[in-house]
């Protein structure tokens, strides 16, 4: 069988075949087969678009992810936002430095890309996104100006203790308050405290894979938080607004949190979360098979902390150690894995990963994470299951 013939045969599949026209696979995606090598059918999918709650939002296909290709191009970076895509005119673009800070500061694109610049790999996935597909995360090489540089710039001052972001992008809001509701118009807007942004990690990015960002992507400023779930990589940055009061804007504190039991001295606390780092997940994205040899392809996203192990099971087997790519190493990168699963028999299997870090955090079960009532955040470990010719 030709690459080409596979090729085909993926994309008259059934994962594949609801994305044609609206998710727009692309060349790049397909996935990079050896010669006589085969996609195995997944018996777990249902329908894709499912996840697909809008026409503003796209998910990658991840069962197509290139192997040798950890960057996910620009034009097919899966995306998501609240207020659709606003056009920004870069000549008249200027990015606001307001509130507690020496000198508020007005600057231009041009400004920014004249001072010193950072070059990152992050990966990162919507705190949404979750299995079997998995499809709201990639992966890219950023450049733009540390936040730090730009705060000093500006100077900021002794009773500063939270820096809001806030979006090109707005909408109305219906905000309740004890039983009454105040419609108003808001901007898309978060915050990080004063010791994470004025920390060395944050960047505002201008550039994502060496080309300026595109509209999705937030043209033509976005802030880069590495480690960090989607909803705090504010796009369309338009202003910074430090204060010292605590922000709690929508998409601050209610529409991203987590409600999630903790046994506290024996006694369950209900305890509400706001979302932040990104919770160690990895996902098995495809199966593939090459005559009578079988590989599983997977991939592990986290806040950046070291991986001690990332492993594979197969039905009711032992956990296996995988082998992982050295080109997804850098920090902040999503890491992929492959793992040789020998002597694979006619049917269906179950295949699931599960990553531990440093430590000692363990990607917990889905009936671990049973006391988590709110779906974001949901990195358990998700069962696959395939069918072996
Ligand atoms: N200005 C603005 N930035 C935003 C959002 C938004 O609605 N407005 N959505 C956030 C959310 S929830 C996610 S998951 C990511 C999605 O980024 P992507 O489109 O590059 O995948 O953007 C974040 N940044
Ligand atoms: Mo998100």
């Given amino acids: ?54 026409p503003e939002t796209r998910i990658i296909d991840i069962r197509t992810i290139p192997e040798n290709g950890q ?9 998501t936002q609240h207020y659709g895509h606003p056009v920004i005119d870069p000549s008249t673009y200027r990015l606001r430095i307001s509130g507690l800070v020496d000198q508020a500061l007005s600057l231009s694109i041009d400004d920014l890309r004249t001072m010193p610049s ?4 992050v990966g990162f996935e919507c705190s949404g996104n979750r299995g079997p597909l998995n499809g709201l995360s990639g992966n890219g090489r950023w450049t733009g100006v540390p936040l730090r540089t730009v705060l000093d710039r500006a100077g900021v001052k002794a009773d500063a203790k939270e820096f809001v972001f806030f979006g090109a992008d707005h909408g109305e809001e219906v905000v309740e308050f004890r039983g009454r509701p105040y419609t108003v118009d808001q901007q898309y807007g978060r915050s990080l405290a004063r010791e994470k942004a004025l920390s060395s990690e944050p960047i505002l990015v201008y550039a994502l894979n060496g080309e300026p960002l595109t509209r999705h992507q937030g043209f033509p400023l976005r802030l880069l938080v590495p480690g960090w779930y989607g ?41 509400e979360t ?21 590989q599983v392809f997977g991939v592990v ?87 072996i010719a």
């Fill in 231 to 271: 909803m705090a990589l504010v796009k369309w940055l338009a202003e910074i607004h430090v204060q010292e009061d605590r922000y709690l804007g929508k998409f601050q504190a209610r529409h991203y949190r987590t409600l999630k039991g903790e046994m506290i001295n024996g006694e369950m606390k209900w305890k």
């Fill in 301 to 387: 996203l986290n806040d950046g902390t070291p991986l001690r192990s990332v492993e594979v099971k197969v039905d009711d087997g032992s956990w296996q150690p995988v082998t992982m790519d050295p080109t997804t190493s850098e920090k902040y990168s999503w890491k992929f894995f492959t793992y040789d699963w020998h002597g694979a028999t006619p049917g269906e299997h179950t295949v699931v990963s599960r990553a531990t870090d440093i430590e000692g955090t363990v990607q917990p079960t889905a009936a671990e994470l049973e006391v988590k009532k709110t779906f974001l955040e949901h990195n358990a470990q998700h069962p696959r299951t395939v069918m």
């Fill in 71 to 79: 960057f996910t191009p620009a034009d097919q970076f899966a995306t």
């Fill in 1 to 54: 069988m030709t690459i080409q013939s596979n090729r085909r045969d993926i994309l008259k599949g059934g994962l594949a075949v609801a994305g044609i026209g609206l998710l727009g696979i692309p060349e790049w995606a397909l996935p990079a087969l050896a010669q006589g090598e085969t996609l195995v059918p997944f018996t777990d999918i249902d329908d894709p678009l499912t996840l697909v709650r809008s």
């Fill in 274 to 294: 706001d979302i932040s780092t990104i919770q160690l997940k990895s996902f098995v994205a495809r199966v593939t098979s090459n005559g009578s040899r079988h």
């Fill in 118 to 121: 950072r070059e990152i790999v």
